[in-house]
C-alpha cells in the first residue's frame, strides 16, 4: 500500500503550522468583516423585533410569569394596572415616573433605570458626534489612489489614514465625549443625593430600627458585653443619648443544623413527589438512597450501601430536630462573640456617632452603621480582620486563576470562530465548505462566536457569587457590589486586553524572535492594527446583545423551564410554589453589562465609531424593557438604599480614562515611523485628560460622598436631648428590642414541615411506617414541625380532624389549586426568599411603628392601626394572673432601661452566675404555674430567658396546608391575624401559628 513521503507530510505539517501562526497573528481581518456586520444586524435585530411580539403575545394570558409583583404586591406596592391588549404595557412604562418607581419598587431599582437613562442619553449624544465627525474625517483621510480598493466598512476606521492630520479630530471628540460624560455624571450624582435625602427622610426609613442602630466589630474579649459596647461608643462621641446595646451570643453550629434540616425535607419531597407521581400506580421499588456523610451514624451502614429513602430521611429529619432544639436550649448569654449592636433613640446621633467613627478606631474596633437585620451574613460577623484579610486573599487567587485560566479558551474564539477562514486554512475538508458557501459561513460566523461567549457571561455572575460569599463581606448588598466589580475586571482583562490584543502582541513577539530589530517594529501601529481588526467583532456582540434585552422581556428561559419542569420532573408542592413567586433581579450581572458594553464603545469610540450607534441603540431598547422587568416581574431582594451608585461612577471614571488612552494609541500610532513619533503635539494634547477626570472624582468625593451616606454629620441636636428622659422617649423605645431584632435567625427560625400533595394524602400511612402524631411522648412535640399540634381537618381549618385520617401528622397536605405563591406568602420560609425584604408585602424586616412594639420578635412588623376579630383569643385578653395584656408585658418589661431583652432561645444565666443581667427577678420566671405552661406547650425552651409572652389564642383562620394564620406582621386588609393590642410574643408564636390544644 502506497504512503506518502516523509518530506511530503513534513512540508504539510509545516504549512498548516505557519498558517495556524498567521491566523494567531492576524485572526480578525478578512473580506467578509462587512457581511458579518449585515448578517449580524439583519439577524440580531430581526429576531429581537419576533421574541418581543412573542412577549406581547403571552403576557397577557400568563401573570405568574410576566407580572407576579402585580399579582402578590399590596396596594401601595403593586404597578400600575395594565391592559389585556397587545401593545397595552407600553404606556404604564411611559407614565411612570421616577418617584413613582421609589415607592413601588425600591430606591436600588429607581437609581439602576436612572443609571440606564444616563447611559442612554450620553450615547445618545456621542453616537451623533463620533458618527458624524469621525466617519467623515477618517473616509475623506483614506481617500488615495492606493487605497481604491479598499470597502467603505474599512475605510471609516483609522487604519487607512496614516500620514494625514486628522488625529486632531479625535483629540477634539476625546474632550467633547469627556465633558459629555462628566456633565451626566455630575447631574446624575446631583440627583442621586437627593434621592438618599428623601430616602433618610422617608417614613419608612425614619421608623426603622437599623437607621439609628451601629454595628460594632473587632470587639476586644475584655469588652464584650452589653456595658462594653456602650463605652465603645462613648469613646467615639459623647452623647446625652446613651444607646441601647447588644452583645452577639454564640449560637454554636446551629446554623448548619437548620441548613441541613432543610436539605434533608427538600430530599426527602423530592423522593414522595417522584414516587407518588401516580398515586393509583407506585413504582414497584421503593425511593433510596444513601446515608448522609453528616450522620452520627453513618458508620454503621456498610461502605456504599443504599437504605430506604422514606423511612431513613424521617428518622434523619427527627434526629436533626432533637439536636436543634437542645442546642437552642442550651444558647448562653454568658458566651459572646466579637460583634454587638448599639441603638440610639434617634437617626440623627447615631448617624453623627458614626460619622466621627470614620477615622476613629477605639480598641482596634469598627463601627459604622448597620444595615438591615436581614442583609446581614451571620457567619462573617464574626471573623477578626486577620481572617478577613485572609478570605480576601484567597478569594482573590481563585479569581485571578480563573481570569487566567479563561485566556486559552478566549484565544480560540477569537482566532478561529470569530473569523472562520483561519479554521479553514489549517483545515483542508473544511476549507472547500467554507468558499463553496461564503454566506451561509458569513452568517454563522457572526452568530456563533457572540452566542458562545454570551452563554459563558450568563454563569458566570453565579461562579463569581461563590466564590464571594467566604471572602469576609458583612452584608449581602456589599457582596453584590463585590461580584459586580469582580464580574467588571474580568470582562476587561480577558474581552478588552487579551481578546482585543492578543494578535498584536504575537505579531510583536513573533517578529522579535525572527531576530528583526525593534527599532524596526511599529509598536503602536500593530496594536491600532490589531484594535481594527476586531472591532467587527465587537459590532455584531452588540448587535446580539440587543437580542439579549428581547430574550430578558419575554422571560422565555422561565416559561419554557416552568412548563417543561411542571411535565417532566415530578416537582415537589415547595418547588411549583417556589417557580410561582417573583425572582430576584440581578443588579450585580446587569451592571456589569451596562459598564462592559460603555467600556467597548468608549474604547472602540474612534476605532470604528459605528459600535457607538449600536450601544445607543441597547440601551435605548432597555431603557423601556428593564422598566417592565423591574415594575411588573422581579423583586429588589437586598434593598441597600442605592448604593451601587459608588460603584458605577467609579467604573465610569475607569472606563473614561481607559477610551482616552485608546485614543492616544490610535493618534500614536498615525504618525509613526519607525520608532519616532511625529504626533507629539497631539500627544501632549491628550495628556491633560486623566488629570481632569481624577480632578472631578475628587470634588464628587468631597462634595456629595458623605450626604450619601450619613443623614446627620456633627453635633445632633434636637431629639435625644429632648425625649430621652421623658415618658414618650420611654415609650417610644418600648420597640428597640435590638438582641432580638439583630439576633441570629436560627434561634428563631421555623423550621419547614415536608409537604405532600392532597392526591397522595390516603398513601401516607401506607407508605410511612414509623411515627405518627398519636405517638407523642409526655410534652415533647412530634411530627416535623416544631410545636405538636392534633391532626386538623384541612377542608375546615381551625377543627380537629376525624379519627379517619388517612395522613400521619408528620407532613403537610397541599391542595392542588394551593400550589401558588399567593397561597404561602406569609410563610417565612417563602416569603424570607421572594418577599423582597418584605417590600413586596408593604413592611421592612425591622420596621417600627411609633409608640408601639413590635408584634413579633424577630423583627417582622406590623402597620396601622386595624384590629381584626381573627386574633382575639376566645377566653379574652386577660392572661392566667388575671392582667390584661399589655399590663402583663408591662410589667414583664420593668427595668427594660437598663439593659437588654434577648429572645428567647438564650439559656437562663443562674441568679448566683449572673453579671449584670438585664433581666430581674421581676420576670416572673420564678412561678411554677407560669413555667409549667411554657412546658406544656412546646417543652423546647423550659430554661429560657423570658423576651415578653402573650397568651396563645384559641381560634384562629385557617391558611391551607392545615395551619392557623401565620402571624408575621399582617398587614391590616391584606391577611387576618392583626391585633394591634398585641406588642410582644413568646418563642413558640414563630411556629407558624400552631399551638397545642388546651
Same mark, same amino acid.
Request: hydrophobic share 40%; net charge positive; with cysteine.
Given at each position: 500500500?502506497?504512503?506518502?513521503?516523509?518530506?511530503?507530510?513534513?512540508?504539510?505539517?509545516?504549512d498548516?503550522?505557519?498558517a +495556524?501562526?498567521?491566523a494567531?497573528?492576524?485572526?480578525?481581518?478578512?473580506?467578509?468583516?462587512?457581511?458579518?456586520?449585515?448578517?449580524?444586524?439583519? +439577524?440580531?435585530?430581526?429576531?429581537?423585533?419576533?421574541v418581543?411580539?412573542? +412577549?406581547?403575545?403571552?403576557?397577557?394570558?400568563?401573570?405568574?410569569?410576566?407580572?407576579?409583583?402585580?399579582?402578590?404586591?399590596?396596594?401601595?406596592?403593586?404597578?400600575?394596572?395594565? =391592559?389585556?391588549?397587545? +401593545?397595552?404595557?407600553?404606556?404604564?412604562?411611559?407614565?411612570?415616573?421616577e418617584?413613582?418607581?421609589?415607592?413601588?419598587?425600591?430606591?436600588?431599582?429607581a437609581?439602576?433605570?436612572?443609571?440606564?437613562?444616563?447611559?442612554r442619553?450620553?450615547?445618545?449624544?456621542v453616537?451623533?458626534?463620533?458618527c458624524?465627525?469621525?466617519?467623515?474625517?477618517?473616509?475623506?483621510?483614506?481617500?488615495?489612489?492606493?487605497?481604491k480598493?479598499?470597502?467603505?466598512?474599512?475605510?471609516?476606521?483609522?487604519?487607512?489614514?496614516?500620514?494625514?492630520?486628522?488625529?486632531w479630530?479625535?483629540?477634539?471628540?476625546?474632550?467633547?465625549?469627556?465633558?459629555v460624560?462628566?456633565?451626566?455624571?455630575?447631574?446624575?450624582?446631583r440627583?442621586?443625593?437627593?434621592?438618599?435625602?428623601?430616602?433618610?427622610?422617608?417614613?419608612?426609613? !425614619?421608623?426603622?430600627?437599623?437607621?439609628?442602630?451601629l454595628?460594632?466589630?473587632?470587639?476586644?474579649?475584655?469588652?464584650?458585653?452589653?456595658?462594653?459596647?456602650a463605652r465603645?461608643?462613648?469613646?467615639?462621641?459623647?452623647?446625652h443619648?446613651?444607646?441601647r446595646?447588644?452583645?452577639?451570643?454564640?449560637?454554636?453550629?446551629?446554623?448548619?443544623?437548620v441548613e441541613?434540616?432543610?436539605?434533608?425535607?427538600?430530599?426527602?419531597?423530592?423522593?414522595?413527589?417522584?414516587?407518588?407521581?401516580?398515586?393509583?400506580?407506585?413504582?414497584?421499588?421503593?425511593?433510596?438512597?444513601?446515608?448522609?456523610? =453528616?450522620?452520627?451514624?453513618?458508620?454503621?451502614?456498610?461502605?456504599?450501601?443504599?437504605?430506604?429513602?422514606?423511612e431513613?430521611?424521617?428518622?434523619?429529619?427527627?434526629?436533626?430536630?432533637i439536636?436543634?432544639?437542645?442546642?437552642?436550649?442550651?444558647?448562653?448569654?454568658?458566651?459572646?462573640?466579637?460583634?454587638?449592636?448599639?441603638?440610639?433613640?434617634?437617626?440623627?446621633?447615631?448617624?453623627?456617632?458614626?460619622?466621627?467613627?470614620?477615622?476613629?478606631?477605639?480598641?482596634n474596633?469598627?463601627?459604622?452603621?448597620?444595615?438591615?437585620?436581614?442583609?446581614?451574613?451571620?457567619?462573617?460577623?464574626?471573623? =477578626?480582620?486577620?481572617?478577613?484579610?485572609?478570605?480576601?486573599?484567597?478569594?482573590?487567587?481563585?479569581?485571578?486563576?480563573?481570569?487566567?485560566?479563561?485566556?486559552?479558551?478566549?484565544?480560540?474564539?477569537?482566532?478561529?470562530?470569530?473569523q472562520?477562514?483561519?479554521?479553514?486554512?489549517?483545515?483542508?475538508?473544511?476549507k472547500?465548505?467554507?468558499?463553496?458557501?461564503?454566506?451561509?459561513?458569513?452568517?454563522v460566523?457572526?452568530?456563533?462566536?457572540?452566542?458562545?461567549?454570551?452563554?459563558?457571561?450568563?454563569?458566570?455572575?453565579?461562579?463569581?457569587?461563590?466564590?464571594?460569599?467566604?471572602?469576609?463581606?458583612?452584608?449581602?448588598?456589599?457582596?453584590?457590589?463585590?461580584?459586580?466589580?469582580?464580574?467588571?475586571?474580568?470582562?476587561?482583562?480577558?474581552?478588552?486586553?487579551?481578546?482585543?490584543?492578543?494578535?498584536?502582541?504575537?505579531?510583536?513577539?513573533?517578529?522579535?524572535?525572527?531576530?528583526?530589530?525593534?527599532?524596526?517594529?511599529?509598536?503602536?501601529h !500593530?496594536?491600532?492594527?490589531?484594535?481594527?481588526g476586531? =472591532?467587527?467583532y465587537?459590532?455584531?456582540?452588540?448587535?446580539?446583545?440587543?437580542?439579549?434585552?428581547?430574550v430578558?422581556?419575554s422571560q422565555l428561559?422561565?416559561?419554557?423551564?416552568?412548563?417543561?419542569?411542571?411535565?417532566?420532573?415530578?416537582?415537589t408542592?415547595?418547588?411549583?410554589?417556589?417557580?410561582?413567586?417573583? !425572582?430576584?433581579?440581578?443588579?450585580?450581572?446587569?451592571?456589569?453589562?451596562?459598564?462592559?458594553?460603555?467600556?467597548?464603545?468608549l474604547?472602540?469610540?474612534?476605532?470604528?465609531?459605528?459600535?457607538l450607534?449600536?450601544?445607543?441603540?441597547?440601551?435605548?431598547?432597555?431603557?423601556?424593557?428593564?422598566?417592565?422587568?423591574?415594575?411588573?416581574?422581579?423583586?429588589?431582594?437586598?434593598?441597600?438604599?442605592?448604593?451601587?451608585?459608588?460603584?458605577?461612577?467609579?467604573?465610569?471614571?475607569?472606563?473614561?480614562?481607559?477610551?482616552?488612552?485608546?485614543?492616544?494609541?490610535?493618534?500614536?500610532?498615525?504618525?509613526?515611523?519607525?520608532?519616532?513619533?511625529?504626533?507629539?503635539?497631539?500627544l501632549?494634547?491628550?495628556?491633560?485628560?486623566?488629570?481632569?477626570?481624577m480632578?472631578?472624582?475628587?470634588?464628587?468625593?468631597?462634595?456629595?460622598?458623605?450626604?450619601?451616606?450619613?443623614?446627620?454629620?456633627?453635633?445632633a441636636?434636637?431629639d435625644?436631648?429632648?425625649?430621652?428622659?421623658?415618658?414618650?422617649?420611654?415609650?417610644?423605645?418600648k420597640?428597640?428590642?435590638?438582641?432580638?431584632?439583630?439576633?441570629?435567625?436560627?434561634l428563631?427560625?421555623?423550621?419547614?414541615?415536608?409537604?405532600?400533595?392532597?392526591?397522595?394524602?390516603?398513601?401516607l400511612?401506607?407508605?410511612?411506617?414509623?411515627?405518627?402524631?398519636?405517638?407523642?411522648?409526655?410534652?415533647?412535640?412530634?411530627?416535623?414541625?416544631?410545636?405538636?399540634?392534633?391532626?386538623?381537618?384541612?377542608?375546615?381549618?381551625?377543627?380537629?380532624?376525624?379519627?379517619?385520617?388517612?395522613?400521619?401528622?408528620?407532613?403537610?397536605?397541599?391542595?392542588?389549586?394551593?400550589?401558588?405563591?399567593?397561597?404561602?406568602?406569609?410563610?417565612?420560609?417563602f416569603?424570607?426568599?421572594?418577599?423582597?425584604?418584605?417590600?413586596l408585602?408593604?413592611?421592612?424586616?425591622?420596621?417600627?411603628?411609633?409608640?408601639?412594639?413590635?408584634?413579633?420578635?424577630?423583627?417582622?412588623t406590623?402597620?396601622?392601626?386595624?384590629?381584626?376579630?381573627?386574633?382575639?383569643?376566645?377566653?379574652?385578653?386577660?392572661?392566667?394572673?388575671?392582667?390584661?395584656?399589655?399590663?402583663?408585658?408591662?410589667?414583664?418589661?420593668?427595668?427594660?432601661?437598663?439593659?437588654?431583652?434577648?429572645?428567647?432561645?438564650?439559656?437562663?444565666?443562674?441568679?448566683?452566675?449572673?453579671?449584670?443581667?438585664?433581666?430581674?427577678?421581676?420576670?416572673?420566671?420564678?412561678?411554677?404555674?407560669?413555667?409549667?405552661?411554657?412546658?406544656?406547650?412546646?417543652?423546647?425552651?423550659?430554661?429560657?430567658a423570658?423576651?415578653?409572652?402573650?397568651?396563645?389564642?384559641?381560634?384562629?383562620?385557617?391558611?391551607?396546608?392545615?395551619?392557623g394564620?401565620?402571624?408575621y406582621?399582617n398587614?391590616?386588609?391584606?391577611?387576618?391575624?392583626?391585633?394591634s393590642?398585641?406588642?410582644?410574643?413568646?418563642?413558640?408564636?414563630?411556629?407558624?401559628?400552631?399551638? !397545642?390544644g388546651?
Open positions: 500500500m502506497w504512503s506518502a513521503p516523509a518530506d511530503l507530510i513534513a512540508a504539510r505539517d509545516n498548516q503550522t505557519q +495556524f501562526l498567521d494567531i497573528k492576524s485572526p480578525f481581518y478578512t473580506e467578509s468583516q462587512a457581511n458579518s456586520a449585515v448578517a449580524s444586524l439583519g +439577524f440580531s435585530l430581526g429576531l429581537a423585533v419576533l418581543a411580539l412573542l +412577549f406581547c403575545f403571552l403576557r397577557p394570558y400568563n401573570n405568574v410569569v410576566y407580572a407576579p409583583r402585580a399579582k402578590y404586591a399590596d396596594s401601595k406596592h403593586a404597578p400600575p394596572p395594565v =391592559s389585556k391588549g397587545l +401593545f397595552g404595557w407600553i404606556p404604564p412604562i411611559l407614565r411612570t415616573k418617584q413613582d418607581l421609589v415607592e413601588r419598587v425600591g430606591l436600588d431599582a437609581v439602576f433605570m436612572r443609571v440606564c437613562r444616563m447611559l442619553n450620553i450615547f445618545s449624544i453616537a451623533v458626534l463620533g458624524g465627525i469621525i466617519i467623515p474625517v477618517n473616509v475623506i483621510a483614506a481617500n488615495r489612489d492606493e487605497n480598493g479598499v470597502g467603505w466598512f474599512a475605510r471609516i476606521q483609522p487604519q487607512y489614514s496614516f500620514g494625514s492630520k486628522s488625529y479630530a479625535y483629540v477634539v471628540v476625546s474632550y467633547i465625549f469627556d465633558g460624560i462628566l456633565f451626566f455624571l455630575w447631574i446624575n450624582y440627583a442621586i443625593v437627593k434621592l438618599r435625602t428623601d430616602y433618610f427622610n422617608s417614613p419608612d426609613y !425614619q421608623r426603622s430600627l437599623h437607621a439609628r442602630t454595628l460594632v466589630l473587632d470587639v476586644p474579649q475584655e469588652l464584650r458585653s452589653d456595658e462594653g459596647l465603645i461608643t462613648d469613646e467615639v462621641k459623647a452623647t443619648d446613651m444607646p446595646t447588644a452583645i452577639a451570643r454564640n449560637v454554636k453550629d446551629l446554623p448548619e443544623l441541613e434540616h432543610e436539605k434533608a425535607v427538600r430530599e426527602l419531597e423530592e423522593h414522595l413527589a417522584k414516587y407518588l407521581k401516580n398515586p393509583d400506580r407506585l413504582p414497584a421499588k421503593r425511593p433510596t438512597c444513601k446515608p448522609h456523610k =453528616s450522620d452520627k451514624s453513618h458508620g454503621t451502614y456498610p461502605k456504599g450501601s443504599r437504605v430506604d429513602a422514606i431513613y430521611l424521617t428518622g434523619r429529619i427527627k434526629e436533626l430536630e439536636e436543634i432544639r437542645e442546642v437552642r436550649e442550651t444558647v448562653d448569654k454568658r458566651n459572646t462573640l466579637s460583634y454587638g449592636f448599639a441603638s440610639y433613640q434617634s437617626i440623627p446621633v447615631a448617624h453623627s456617632v458614626a460619622y466621627d467613627a470614620r477615622k476613629k478606631a477605639p480598641h474596633t469598627i463601627v459604622r452603621l448597620a444595615p438591615k437585620p436581614n442583609d446581614l451574613v451571620w457567619k462573617n460577623l464574626n471573623m =477578626s480582620k486577620k481572617q478577613r484579610g485572609r478570605q480576601n486573599f484567597i478569594n482573590g487567587i481563585w479569581i485571578t486563576l480563573l481570569t487566567v485560566l479563561w485566556i486559552i479558551p478566549n484565544i480560540f474564539i477569537a482566532v478561529f470562530l470569530s472562520l477562514n483561519n479554521l479553514a486554512n489549517i483545515w483542508p475538508g473544511f472547500e465548505e467554507y468558499y463553496a458557501h461564503p454566506t451561509l459561513w458569513a452568517i460566523q457572526g452568530v456563533l462566536a457572540p452566542a458562545l461567549t454570551t452563554a459563558f457571561y450568563f454563569y458566570l455572575p453565579a461562579i463569581f457569587r461563590r466564590l464571594c460569599i467566604n471572602a469576609g463581606d458583612v452584608t449581602k448588598t456589599s457582596r453584590e457590589r463585590h461580584v459586580a466589580r469582580n464580574l467588571y475586571n474580568f470582562f476587561c482583562f480577558n474581552n478588552f486586553i487579551v481578546f482585543s490584543l492578543f494578535s498584536s502582541v504575537f505579531t510583536l513577539v513573533s517578529e522579535a524572535v525572527r531576530g528583526k530589530g525593534w527599532e524596526d517594529i511599529q509598536i503602536f !500593530q496594536f491600532m492594527l490589531g484594535l481594527c476586531v =472591532s467587527t465587537w459590532i455584531t456582540w452588540m448587535l446580539q446583545r440587543n437580542l439579549g434585552a428581547a430578558d422581556l428561559f422561565t416559561l419554557i423551564w416552568g412548563s417543561f419542569s411542571r411535565r417532566f420532573l415530578s416537582p408542592p415547595r418547588t411549583l410554589i417556589e417557580l410561582s413567586a417573583p !425572582q430576584a433581579f440581578d443588579y450585580a450581572g446587569y451592571y456589569n453589562y451596562f459598564l462592559f458594553y460603555s467600556t467597548v464603545a474604547a472602540f469610540s474612534c476605532i470604528q465609531p459605528l459600535v450607534a449600536v450601544t445607543a441603540l441597547y440601551f435605548w431598547m432597555d431603557s423601556f424593557m428593564k422598566k417592565y422587568l423591574i415594575m411588573y416581574v422581579f423583586i429588589t431582594k437586598y434593598e441597600s438604599g442605592g448604593m451601587f451608585w459608588r460603584s458605577v461612577y467609579n467604573r465610569m471614571m475607569f472606563l473614561t480614562i481607559l477610551g482616552n488612552a485608546v485614543t492616544a494609541l490610535v493618534i500614536a500610532a498615525n504618525g509613526q515611523q519607525g520608532n519616532i513619533n511625529t504626533n507629539w503635539a497631539g501632549a494634547a491628550m495628556l491633560p485628560l486623566p488629570f481632569i477626570v480632578g472631578f472624582k475628587w470634588y464628587c468625593a468631597r462634595t456629595f460622598d458623605d450626604e450619601i451616606h450619613y443623614y446627620q454629620k456633627g453635633q441636636i434636637g435625644s436631648e429632648g425625649l430621652a428622659g421623658t415618658e414618650e422617649g420611654k415609650k417610644k423605645r420597640g428597640d428590642r435590638v438582641a432580638t431584632r439583630f439576633g441570629h435567625p436560627v428563631y427560625k421555623p423550621l419547614i414541615t415536608p409537604m405532600v400533595a392532597s392526591k397522595s394524602q390516603h398513601l400511612k401506607s407508605i410511612y411506617t414509623g411515627r405518627t402524631s398519636m405517638d407523642q411522648d409526655g410534652a415533647t412535640a412530634t411530627g416535623y414541625s416544631d410545636v405538636y399540634m392534633d391532626n386538623m381537618d384541612n377542608r375546615q381549618p381551625g377543627k380537629t380532624a376525624g379519627g379517619t385520617s388517612a395522613a400521619p401528622q408528620n407532613w403537610e397536605i397541599v391542595n392542588e389549586n394551593e400550589m401558588d405563591f399567593e397561597h404561602y406568602k406569609n410563610r417565612p420560609e416569603r424570607d426568599e421572594a418577599g423582597g425584604d418584605g417590600e408585602f408593604g413592611r421592612s424586616g425591622d420596621m417600627i411603628r411609633p409608640g408601639t412594639p413590635s408584634s413579633v420578635t424577630t423583627g417582622v406590623r402597620a396601622g392601626t386595624f384590629e381584626s376579630n381573627y386574633s382575639r383569643s376566645a377566653s379574652g385578653s386577660r392572661d392566667p394572673y388575671g392582667r390584661s395584656r399589655s399590663e402583663s408585658r408591662d410589667s414583664e418589661r420593668k427595668g427594660a432601661d437598663v439593659g437588654m431583652v434577648y429572645p428567647a432561645g438564650y439559656h437562663q444565666t443562674p441568679s448566683n452566675l449572673r453579671e449584670q443581667s438585664p433581666v430581674g427577678s421581676e420576670h416572673g420566671f420564678s412561678r411554677p404555674g407560669h413555667l409549667a405552661r411554657q412546658e406544656s406547650r412546646d417543652g423546647l425552651m423550659s430554661t429560657a423570658p423576651p415578653g409572652r402573650s397568651t396563645p389564642v384559641d381560634h384562629f383562620a385557617g391558611t391551607p396546608g392545615g395551619y394564620p401565620v402571624r406582621g398587614i391590616p386588609g391584606d391577611t387576618p391575624g392583626y391585633n393590642n398585641e406588642e410582644d410574643t413568646s418563642y413558640d408564636y414563630f411556629r407558624r401559628g400552631r399551638t !397545642q388546651r
